[in-house]
């Protein structure tokens, strides 16, 4: 709907500021605004950071990050680039060669109403429809994106990343073909993990969480409590009740009921907050709408089929590494391929994780990333090849191409194995050199790309 070009920065900024030597390009930044779909199915109003590399005469893939817990309504990419908040991973990214796509979500930035916390749902749908805005911002500003699509996230963000990557590879696998994806130390297990570390009596410094996720699932579901009271004791439920009508932001929220927790209970241990009825309910009733919420919003139990990897750190104080553990064995008991749990620093707290999170996850990126050669006055059209058979394990048959143009195959890695000029119509390409796997077939010819995935399995 609309755009705001926000600032700019040189990739000798860019460089100084990170401290990393392989910065390719300056870099533009935007505030963007879009329309999307609200809790109750009705239009909304959503923001976003967009970040490009200034350099239009290159073809960029495409990056989604989905950002952390945000303290605040404006504590988004969109608005706190600018105080060197979370946005400025968006810098990074695009420095590094990505258009970088980075949703504020529903309910934050300029969007009103209650932003519904770790909601699958939403926090795939904003960024589904933050892509298919994309364009239209292109075309304002001369950029070029290809069809090569990267997925990644950071805490709430990395819960956010996994919606979306299940959401685009089950649902609009017509639409978008993900190249690769981390999550980073994300909640994913919202039923069983996070469920677990609330009713443990645990201590645990970020109390704020909890009623944050059951005034989210209330917005969504309407069917959790009549009233905060139902759910909380007092004085928690008077505070609580602030937050919910906005006149507390989360970080105060979350400090106000430290503070409570210690005078009352001796130590910040949230399941003291709650009404002992709820909790013996909640732990006695799978089907209690709580735990149905709850499940509604766990993010694991699929198998991807791009590259995946998840990141964590095994000393994380607010986020379990089990939710990283968990996510990997499930994804690979249903058939994940190429998918890898890392614990990237033994020692680091949910804070002192995010840069070798993100360090792993620039590195598996950039084995990935494809840049191109702008050649045409608008972007080249993308159209599919008629591949037969697919999945191919001798022979592969492509049918009513364009004369004169460029046959080329890659694999995963982004590297080219295969090239060749094609003059007639029909062509048969031998495969049976090739490795079992998932392999990119383009043709080019005179501005337009057409482009399908080849399956090759023997």
């Not at 390719?24 to 605004?33: A, G, M, P, T």
């Not at 990267?150 to 919606?163: E, L, R």
């Not at 970080?251 to 503070?259: E, G, K, P, T, V």
Request: include cysteine; glycine fraction near 8%.
């Amino acid at each position: 709907m609309s755009s705001t070009l926000l600032g700019s920065r040189t990739k000798a900024q860019l460089t100084t500021q990170f401290g990393i030597p392989f910065i390719q390009f300056d870099v533009n930044f935007y505030r963007v605004s879009y329309t999307t779909t609200g809790l109750q199915g009705q239009p909304d109003t959503v923001s976003g950071l967009i970040v490009v590399p200034n350099d239009n005469s290159q073809v960029f893939p495409r990056l989604v990050y989905q950002h952390g817990t945000s303290g605040s309504k404006l504590d988004v990419p969109s608005f706190n680039i600018l105080t060197n908040g979370e946005g400025i991973i968006g810098l990074l990214f695009a420095g590094l060669g990505f258009t970088t796509l980075m949703p504020d979500y529903l309910g934050l930035g300029i969007s009103d109403g209650v932003h519904p916390y770790v909601h699958a749902e939403t926090e795939a749908s904003v960024a589904v429809d933050m892509l298919a805005a994309l364009p239209a911002f292109n075309s304002q500003y001369g950029v070029h994106t290809n069809e090569q699509l990267f997925i990644t996230g950071y805490s709430q963000g990395g819960h956010a990343a996994m919606a979306l990557h299940r959401e685009v590879e089950t649902n609009l696998s017509a639409n978008y073909t993900v190249t690769a994806a981390a999550h980073l130390s994300g909640p994913y297990s919202i039923s069983g993990v996070m469920r677990d570390l609330i009713l443990s009596d645990s201590v645990y410094y970020y109390p704020a969480y909890l009623p944050n996720t059951i005034v989210s699932y209330q917005a969504a579901y309407g069917n959790l409590y009549t009233q905060l009271s139902d759910v909380f004791l007092e004085p928690y439920a008077t505070k609580i009740g602030q937050f919910s009508d906005c006149s507390l932001t989360l970080n105060q929220l979350n400090s106000q009921l430290i503070s409570l927790l210690i005078a009352n209970e001796g130590a910040c241990r949230p399941f003291r907050m709650l009404q002992p009825a709820v909790v013996q309910d909640v732990t006695t009733d799978p089907d209690h709408p709580f735990n149905v919420a709850l499940r509604a919003n766990d993010v694991y139990a699929w198998a991807p089929e791009a590259p995946t990897r998840i990141f964590y750190c095994m000393a994380d104080d607010q986020v379990p590494f089990r939710n990283s553990l968990l996510a990997r064995d499930s994804m690979l008991a249903r058939g994940a391929v190429d998918l890898v749990a890392t614990d990237v620093d033994s020692t680091a707290d949910h804070g002192g994780c995010v840069t070798p999170a993100l360090t792993n996850t620039a590195f598996f990126f950039l084995g990935y990333r494809q840049i191109d050669v702008f050649t045409g006055t608008r972007t080249p059209a993308l159209l599919a090849l008629e591949i037969q058979p697919n999945p191919a394990s001798e022979l592969v048959f492509l049918k009513n191409l364009p004369a004169d143009g460029q046959l080329q195959l890659f694999d995963l890695n982004g590297r080219q194995r295969y090239a060749r000029s094609v003059s007639e119509g029909d062509f048969r390409l031998d495969v049976s050199a090739l490795e079992n796997g998932l392999y990119f077939l383009r043709y080019l010819r005179a501005g337009e790309i057409r482009q399908s995935r080849l399956v090759i399995q023997r």
